[in-house]
């Protein structure tokens, strides 16, 4: 088996990023891999305190669709964050000064329009993940299931739906839901994985086009009698990752 693609996602909700490699460290989610959200303003969220809360407390795919159709680019040298909205109006701030990331929510605010609740504010706090799960976690997909996916539906589902990190071949469709509780070497990066993902409402948005035309969860249930894609990781050793570097089952 080996990495076909590798992406974090530095805004929650916003651009993949396309890694050719990648350090990670033990207990961490891919470096800059949703290190940002807007968080909308009756979120239960403090940022004094940070702990998890739902997805739906932030600008989020599951909610605004429209955020598809936004470019984003972050450099982590500079802390630049670039947006870009469909009709040209770009905005480039740095996301990890306070003014800045007040300059962000201003911008993504008037972008979301009236989906935008109360105040929003666009947070980065270093070392907190802005992610689905409580855990930091490294995603994966089997590329084989996808595609089986796709064969029983007649239809293509872009990979970039399902917002994984890693994106793997050569292991049979489905084989991955067998490797609960079992540990992965990927590259020289140790996992074990610890559940099945779950899919939401968010992956009914085509990121190419920002346009709700189709149905994955219900899809999924139908051909499977799950909704399930993927599986989620937790580092347990710390390495690198690389495109076409192998992934193996260990034990």
Known sequence: MRIEHLYRYPVKGLTAEALEEIAVAAGEALPWDRAFALAQGDAPFDPANPSWVH????????????????????????????????????????????????????????????????????????????????????????????????????????????????????????????????????GTVRLRVFKRTVRCPATEVNPLTAVRDANPVRELHAHYGHSDLGVHAEVIEGGRMALGDALEVLG
């Open 55 to 186: 997805k739906t407390n932030f600008m989020c795919l599951m909610a605004n669709a429209q955020i598809a159709a936004l470019v984003s680019q972050f450099d982590p040298a500079s802390g630049i964050l670039t947006l870009r909205a469909p009709d040209g109006q770009t905005l480039a701030e740095n996301a990890r000064d306070a003014q800045g990331r007040g300059r962000i929510a201003a911008w993504l605010t008037a972008y979301l329009g009236e989906s935008a609740r109360g105040t929003p504010a666009f947070h980065h706090i270093p070392g907190y993940v802005f992610g689905d799960q409580k855990k930091k976690v490294v995603s994966l997909i089997n590329l084989a299931s996808l595609a089986d996916y796709e064969a029983r539906q007649g239809a293509s589902r872009h990979r970039l739906r399902f917002r994984a990190n890693v994106y793997f071949s050569g292991a049979p469709a489905w084989q991955e839901h067998e490797w609960i509780d079992r540990e992965l070497l990927v």
